[in-house]
C-alpha cells in the first residue's frame, strides 16, 4: 500500500543554520580538531557523507565566530558561489557562512532531503537573490516547499535506492585511488629508490650509495621484504654507477624528456560547450581532479574538420598543464574523438613501450620538485614546452620497463573499467533520482533495475 505524500516548506521539516568564519589574521582560531567546511571543499568528487574540509578550527575559533558545530546527519548546502552544492555530515562538523545547514526534525530522513535538494537545484537558486552574487538566504529557504512521503520508512527507501547506487560509485572511486596508489608505488621502488638494484648489489656484495645505505639496512634485515619473484629481480643490475643525476643503476641511462617523445603541441583555443557539438574538449580541470579521466564530465567544442585532425588526440599521448596548475598530466588511455585546450602541451611518446613509464615519472617526486624548481611567472607559475623538455630522467633497460608496462597495463584498465561503470550508475541514478524523489515512481518499482546495474 502506497503511502501519503504530503507538502511542507523546509522551515517545517528543519531547522536552518548558517556558518560562519573566525579572523583568519588570528592563527589561533585554525588547526585545532573541529572539522571546518567551505563550498571549496565541495567542489570536487566526494562522497555523499563528508567528515571534514581542508582546515579545522580551534574550540576558541568556534566560539568566536557565528559557526555553529552541527550534528552528524546534517544536510549541509551551500548557499552562494555557487548556490546547490550538498552533502551529509558523517560528524559533528561546522560550516563557513557559504552554507544554510539543515538539521532535520526526527520525522524526516536526512538522505531523502539531500537527495530532494540535488534534484532541485534550480528550484534553489530560482529563491536566490542578490545584485553582485545570488545567494540563498536562510529565510528564503525555509519558504521553499518540499513534497516527501507522510511516512518515515518510505521516504528512508526511496533514498535507500539511490545511495545504493552512490555507495558502488564511491567504492569503485575508492579502489581507483587504491590502484593509483599501488602503481605510483611500484615506479618509486623501481626507479626511484632503486630497491630491486639495491637487493641485487647486496647479494652481490658490491658498493651502494650513501643515498640508499637505509634502504640496504632495510633489506638486509628482510632480505624477502620486496616481494618479488626472482625472475623480476634478475631483470635489474647489481652495481650503482655516477650520473648527473647522482647515482643510477649500471647500464641505465639519463635521458631529457625531450628526448623521449616527438615534436611537442600546444593545444587549441576554443570556449567548451556543454552540448555535444563536437568532439570532446579536454582541459586542464578535466585532468587535475582525479589520475584518470573521467570522459563522462568532460564537454565539448567547436572546431572545423581541418582543426581536429591537427589537434585529434590518440590513445598513448601525453598532455600536461602548462599554467594554471602547471605540471599536472594525464596519459591518453581511451581512444576517444577528443581534442587538448590550448593551456596544454601534448608530447607524444617517441616508443610506445614507454608510455606507462612516462606517466608515473609525469607523477613522481623527482618529477614535481623539477617543476617546483623551473616554473616561472610572478602571478601564477607557468611551464613551456621547452623547460618541461629539458627536464631530465633515468630511462631504465628496456626489459625493465617492459615488465612494468605489463604490471601496470592491467591496474590502469580495471581504473578505466571502474570509471566507466560509475558513469553508468550515475545515469541511471541521474535517470530515477527526479522520478523517485517526486513520486512519479515508487520503490518497488525500480529495485529489479537497480538490482540488475548492481
Known amino acids: 500500500m502506497r503511502s501519503e505524500w504530503v507538502e511542507r516548506t523546509i522551515g517545517e521539516i528543519a531547522e536552518v543554520v548558517g556558518g560562519g568564519t573566525p579572523s583568519t589574521k588570528d ?13 571549496k571543499d565541495l567542489s570536487r568528487n566526494h562522497p555523499r557523507y563528508v567528515s571534514r574540509g581542508a582546515r579545522n578550527l580551534t574550540r576558541k575559533g568556534l566560539e568566536t565566530s557565528s559557526a555553529r558545530l552541527l550534528p552528524a546527519n546534517s544536510v549541509l548546502l551551500t548557499s ?19 552554507f544554510r545547514s539543515l538539521i532535520l526534525k526526527e520525522e524526516y530522513d536526512h538522505e531523502f532531503v539531500y537527495y530532494w535538494l540535488k534534484a532541485h537545484k534550480a528550484e534553489l537558486e530560482r529563491h536566490a537573490s542578490g545584485s553582485t552574487f545570488k545567494e540563498l538566504s536562510g529565510s528564503a529557504l525555509k519558504q521553499i516547499r518540499i513534497r516527501l512521503p507522510l511516512v518515515k520508512s ?28 599501488m602503481a605510483r608505488a611500484l615506479f618509486k621502488s623501481w626507479f626511484v629508490d632503486f ?12 658498493p651502494i650509495p650513501n643515498k640508499f645505505a637505509k634502504r640496504a639496512a632495510h633489506y638486509r634485515q628482510n632480505p624477502d621484504a620486496l616481494h618479488l619473484p626472482e625472475h623480476f629481480i634478475c631483470l635489474f643490475p ?31 583555443t576554443a570556449s567548451a560547450n556543454e552540448r555535444p557539438v563536437g568532439p570532446k574538449f579536454l582541459r586542464i580541470k578535466d585532468i587535475n581532479k582525479t589520475p584518470w579521466i573521467n570522459w563522462h564530465e568532460v564537454p565539448y567544442c567547436s572546431i572545423s574538420q581541418r582543426q581536429k585532425q591537427k589537434y585529434l588526440l590518440r590513445s598513448g599521448d601525453l598532455v600536461i598543464a602548462r599554467i594554471a596548475d602547471p605540471g599536472h598530466s594525464a596519459l591518453i588511455e581511451e581512444q576517444v574523438e577528443a581534442v587538448f585546450a590550448s593551456y596544454l602541451i601534448r ?20 618529477y614535481w620538485q623539477l617543476v617546483k624548481r623551473r616554473q616561472s611567472g610572478s602571478t601564477r607559475g607557468n611551464l613551456n614546452a621547452r623547460v618541461l623538455g629539458a627536464f631530465p630522467l633515468v630511462v631504465p633497460d628496456p626489459q625493465v620497463e617492459s615488465q612494468f608496462r605489463k604490471t601496470v597495463e592491467k591496474i590502469r584498465e580495471q581504473v578505466v573499467a571502474n570509471v566507466k561503470e560509475a558513469n553508468t550508475l550515475a545515469s541511471v541514478r541521474d535517470t530515477l533520482l527526479p522520478k523517485l524523489i517526486s513520486g512519479e515512481l515508487r520503490v518497488p518499482d525500480v529495485e529489479r533495475i537497480v538490482g540488475d546495474h548492481l
Not at 80 to 98: C, E, H, K, L, S
Not at 195 to 206: E, R, S, T
Request: hydrophobic share 35%; aromatic share 10%.
Open 195 to 206: 630497491d630491486p638494484v639495491v637487493v641485487n648489489a647486496i647479494k652481490a656484495g658490491n
Open 27 to 39: 592563527p589561533s582560531n585554525f588547526d585545532g580538531d573541529i572539522p571546518w567546511l567551505t563550498p
Open 80 to 98: 552562494r558561489a555557487p548556490i546547490g552544492y550538498v552533502a551529509i555530515a558523517a560528524n559533528p562538523i561546522a560550516t563557513n557562512q557559504g
Open 154 to 181: 518510505e521516504q528512508r527507501a526511496i533514498a535507500h535506492i539511490l545511495g545504493m547506487l552512490d555507495d558502488k560509485i564511491e567504492l569503485n572511486r575508492r579502489m581507483n585511488e587504491t590502484l593509483e596508489a
Open 347 to 366: 608530447f607524444r611518446p617517441a616508443d610506445e613501450v614507454y608510455d606507462r613509464y612516462l606517466q608515473y615519472w609525469l607523477r613522481s617526486d623527482p
Open 238 to 268: 647489481d652495481r650503482f654507477v655516477d650520473s648527473e643525476l647522482g647515482p643510477i643503476p649500471e647500464g641505465w641511462e639519463v635521458k631529457t624528456f625531450r628526448n623521449m617523445c616527438l615534436q611537442p603541441q600546444y593545444g587549441y
